[in-house]
């Protein structure tokens, strides 16, 4: 079965682009906002960025390396919002490739033992139980073993599709940082930390959820939501899960989260604030992965990893 071109001797060469260079925090959250202590996640940031990854590359919508005795995968749901186009019987629907990342790229993502590559697909197409690209696949990987016997050539292509969940590649530069939580605050202190945080704006001009919080596709830390949370329980040993992955519709085109090497060129950056910096509007056009997500939404994955073959599950809002 065709799949993404064969790395050709990229596979434990190529590599994700360096980390991006990010503007510290201007003032110490948890001795501001004692509610907080103990709140703050370790995140890995992809900022994806339009390009031509190889399938030895990790990426958003780029090529996977796939093994030559695996099927690609097809979604074979009737429940389509869209409907399929001829033959008059529907057909199955080629899934695409959304994400692939290789544990050398990404040190904080926690892989399966004999594993080091997470490949996430899923169907085009709206589903009417699931509001989105439906039924995703995660597959955990040993590069080595696949490497081995991968198959060359373009992988099959929906025969039909909404643009919205069809991302073009990107190439990441996967960037550890740390992130506190915005619609995951402490349900009891909200209230009040709502109160303290315009306080705060109004007193010193630090936007709180500007520079603490950020919705972009990420890996680890607090899902980018969009809505209320909507943390999903294991169906096996009934325990919240582990929040994996988020592929969201926004990326940061000013603030804090805009990486140095982003902003726009024609202004002196050391006498404005980070949270005030702005976007190269020559570089704009390659920022993120292009799909809508139903109104700038996003995709969240988790995991439970306590239960035999690492159950997983997703959710979605925009």
């Known amino acids: 079965m065709p799949s993404g071109p064969t790395p050709q ?3 434990g060469r190529a590599r994700a682009a360096a980390p991006r260079t990010l503007s510290p925090l201007p003032f110490d959250i948890e001795a501001v906002f004692p509610e ?19 399938s030895g590359d ?8 796939w093994p030559a005795d695996e099927p690609w995968p097809v979604c074979t749901e009737p429940d389509h919002y869209k409907p399929l186009s001829a033959p008059v019987e529907p057909e199955p629907v080629a899934m695409v490739a959304v994400a692939q990342l290789y544990a050398r790229d990404v040190p904080g993502l926690v892989f399966p033992a004999g594993t080091d590559l997470l490949q996430i697909l899923w169907c085009p197409l709206v589903h009417e139980d699931d509001q989105c690209g439906a039924g995703p696949r995660l597959h955990w990987r040993s590069t080595t073993l696949t490497s081995a016997a ?3 050539g373009e992988p099959p292509r929906p025969h039909t599709a909404e643009e919205d969940y069809l991302p073009r590649p990107c190439t990441v530069s996967p960037t550890p940082a740390t992130e506190y939580p ?26 709180y959820f500007a520079l603490a919080t950020t919705q972009q596709s990420k890996v680890g830390g607090y899902p980018g939501w969009t809505q209320r949370p909507d943390w999903p329980v294991c169906g096996g040993c009934d325990t919240h899960m582990e929040h994996l992955l988020s592929i969201t519709a926004t990326e940061p085109v000013m603030g804090r989260w805009l990486p ?18 702005e976007a190269d509007p020559a570089v704009l056009h390659s920022f993120g992965h292009g799909m809508d997500l139903g109104d700038c939404g996003g995709m969240y994955f988790f995991v439970c990893r306590t239960c035999p073959g690492i159950p997983y599950t997703h959710r979605y809002d925009c």
Do not use: K
């Open 150 to 152: 991968a198959v060359a």
């Open 58 to 65: 990790s990426s958003i919508g780029g090529p996977l390396l």
């Open 9 to 11: 001797g990229a596979v």
């Open 36 to 54: 907080l202590t103990g709140t703050a996640r370790e995140v890995t940031l992809l900022y994806p960025r339009a390009g031509q990854p190889g």
């Open 182 to 207: 915005n619609w995951d605050l402490p349900e009891g202190p909200a209230e009040l930390l709502g109160e303290r945080f315009e306080a705060l704006e109004d007193e010193r001009g630090f936007d």
């Open 260 to 277: 140095q090497d982003d902003r726009d060129p024609r202004r002196d950056w050391s006498t404005v604030p980070s949270w005030q910096a």
